[in-house]
């Protein structure tokens, strides 16, 4: 990600804005910290879609071994 400052940005909105409505994502700075990002906008999917994605992922979820919990495996991730 790109980043231009507070003033630069002012100065350069429509070509920020462009560049962001072609995919690109634009942090802006003030005082040298991240204080926002110019992102291009998702595109809309509809809640039958949504809910297909949501299906189609849940297939891919293998099931978890016998006896062992999501809290195990987050305890095992910390070793």
Request: positive net charge.
């Amino acid at each position: 990600m790109r980043t231009v400052g507070l003033f630069e940005a002012k100065q350069k909105l429509s070509e920020l804005v462009e560049r962001a409505s072609e995919g690109e994502q634009i942090g802006i700075t003030r005082r040298g910290k991240l204080a926002a990002v110019i992102a291009p906008v998702r595109s809309t999917v509809s809640v039958t879609e949504t809910f297909a994605n949501i299906e189609r992922l849940r297939k891919k979820v293998k099931p978890l071994p016998k006896g062992m919990t999501v809290k195990d495996l987050i305890e095992e991730g910390r070793r």
